[in-house]
């Protein structure tokens, strides 16, 4: 199984960016995917989580409002829109995987998830 993530970037504050995530070596449209973040000294936290087949979406509260995740199954990727970008979302983000999850215990819990991507970097800062 891989995830590779990518988008990430320099982004000034109040602008955007795109991540993406390709996985591969799993049947994609049977897996629920999160992306998850990770500052410098600081745990990796939830952002946000979406179903398998894309119908229910899940987001910490300081994803709400400004970041978007969706999916598309028939090219085994899933995306996170971030707008409004702030000095505090300078992170690693990753993806991952799992498979047989339906609530929002296992959505945003890290220990849940199967597989995971490499990460990629985004810096917001002017």
């Known amino acids: 199984v891989q995830l590779q993530a990518s988008g990430g970037g320099l982004v000034q504050p109040g602008g955007s960016l795109k991540l993406t995530c390709i996985a591969s070596g799993l049947t994609f449209s049977s897996v629920s995917m999160g992306w998850f973040r990770q500052a410098s000294g600081h745990e990796r936290e939830f952002v946000a989580a979406i179903s398998s087949s894309g119908l229910s979406e899940t987001y910490s509260k300081f994803a709400q409002g400004r970041f978007a995740i969706s999916r598309d199954n028939a090219k085994n990727t899933v995306y996170l829109q971030m707008n409004s970008l702030k000095p505090e979302d300078t992170a690693v983000y990753y993806c991952?995987?799992?498979?047989?999850?339906?609530?929002?215990?296992?959505?945003?819990?890290?220990?849940?998830?199967?597989?995971w991507g490499q990460g990629t970097l985004v810096t917001v800062s002017s």
């Open positions: 991952a995987a799992q498979y047989y999850c339906s609530n929002y215990g296992c959505y945003v819990s890290r220990e849940r998830y199967d597989y």
